[in-house]
């Protein structure tokens, strides 16, 4: 059974640089395509974007900028980088395998933005 | 890029009953790629629909997606306790990827 856990800060400082990385189980990370999604407090969940098993990667024009996501295939992760971060970051984070549609997600971690 | 709306916000029902929720986008989503999820409280969203009306692996055959276009439905036959949880819709037919706003389904 695939499971998915997301870790990282839960507090980055305005303009740094925002670093999460989800681990998957039951699962190689060299198959599939992952995901991050993140929702808002009181808002809609927002696609970041996807990485394939072949490192292809393809970001929300919204937020492509300043959005990195890469594998990890020695640890099995991959990991989302958002740089230049503001309070309109803050967010609970999702990592979930899928591309187009997610079929299974992690359990999210709150990433808040304040100084 | 695609903007769904969903309807109502929130839809009070008896166990039992019949629910039908809508989800409505600004364009048409081509070969109906539209996606429903469920989530519970504290929990991350779960897979329901894929298609427009495809059922994901374990759902109840008591959930039915439906539509094309820009109208898509998600019935629900016969509610049970634990169905009055927050749905989703979900576009992939066009970049970017994006949800409807949530209908949130509660126990009258």
């Known amino acids: 059974q695939v499971q998915l856990q997301e870790s990282g800060p839960g507090l980055v400082r305005p303009s740094e640089t925002l670093s999460l990385t989800c681990t998957v189980s039951?699962?190689?990370?060299?198959?599939?395509?992952w995901s991050w999604i993140r929702q808002p407090p009181g808002m809609r969940l927002e696609w970041i974007g996807y990485?394939?098993?072949?490192?292809?990667?393809n970001y929300n024009p919204s937020l492509k900028s300043r959005v990195t996501i890469s594998l990890d295939t020695s640890k099995n992760q991959f990991s989302l980088n958002l740089s230049s971060v503001t309070a309109a970051d803050t967010a609970l984070y999702y990592c979930?395998?899928?591309?187009?549609?997610?079929?299974?997600w992690g359990p999210g971690t709150l990433v808040t933005v304040s100084s | 890029e695609i903007v769904l709306t969903q309807s109502p916000g929130t839809l009070s029902l008896s166990p039992g009953e019949r629910a039908t929720l809508s989800c409505r986008a600004s364009?048409?989503?081509?070969?109906?790629?539209l996606t429903w999820y469920q989530q519970s409280p504290g929990q991350a969203p779960r897979l329901l629909i894929f298609?427009?009306?495809s059922r994901a692996t374990g759902i109840p055959d008591r959930f039915r997606g439906s539509g094309s276009g820009t109208d898509f439905t998600l019935t629900i036959s016969r509610l049970e306790p634990e169905d009055f949880v927050v749905y989703y819709c979900?576009?992939?037919?066009?970049?970017?990827?994006?949800f409807g706003q949530g209908t949130r389904l509660e126990i009258k």
């Open positions: 979930a395998r899928g591309s187009f549609y997610m079929l299974m």
């Open positions: 039951g699962a190689s990370i060299n198959t599939y395509y």
């Open positions: 990485i394939n098993y072949s490192g292809n990667t």
């Open positions: 364009q048409s989503v081509s070969s109906s790629y």
């Open positions: 298609g427009a009306s």
């Open positions: 979900q576009q992939y037919g066009s970049s970017p990827i994006t």
